[in-house]
C-alpha cells in the first residue's frame, strides 16, 4: 500500500471522527435546549393563563362600558 494511501485514509478516518464528534455534541444541546424550553414553559404557563384571564376580564368590562353607552360617546375629563 502506497504511503500517500495510508496518509488519506488517516485523514479522512479522522474527519469522519470529527464529525460524528460534533453530531454528537450537537443532539446532545439540541436536548437539552428543549428541555429548557419545556420547564421554560411550565414556569411560565401559570402567569399567562393570568394575563388571558385578566385580558378577558377587561375585554368584559369594555364591552359592558360601551354597551350602556351605545352612541359611544365617552366623557371628556373636567379641567
Same mark, same amino acid.
Given at each position: 500500500?502506497?504511503?500517500?494511501? /495510508?496518509?488519506?485514509?488517516?485523514?479522512?478516518?479522522?474527519?469522519?471522527?470529527?464529525?460524528?464528534?460534533?453530531?454528537?455534541?450537537? /443532539?446532545?444541546?439540541?436536548?437539552?435546549?428543549?428541555?429548557?424550553?419545556?420547564?421554560?414553559?411550565?414556569?411560565?404557563?401559570?402567569?399567562?393563563?393570568?394575563?388571558?384571564r =385578566?385580558?378577558?376580564?377587561? #375585554? =368584559?368590562? #369594555?364591552? #359592558?362600558i360601551?354597551?350602556?353607552?351605545?352612541?359611544?360617546?365617552?366623557?371628556?375629563?373636567?379641567?
Amino acid at each position: 500500500m502506497a504511503p500517500w494511501l /495510508v496518509i488519506w485514509l488517516v485523514v479522512g478516518l479522522v474527519s469522519v471522527v470529527a464529525i460524528l464528534v460534533c453530531l454528537i455534541g450537537l /443532539v446532545r444541546h439540541a436536548l437539552i435546549l428543549g428541555r429548557s424550553a419545556q420547564a421554560f414553559q411550565r414556569e411560565l404557563q401559570p402567569i399567562v393563563d393570568e394575563l388571558a384571564r =385578566e385580558g378577558a376580564k377587561a #375585554s =368584559e368590562t #369594555s364591552a #359592558s362600558i360601551s354597551h350602556r353607552r351605545p352612541d359611544g360617546a365617552t366623557r371628556r375629563p373636567r379641567r
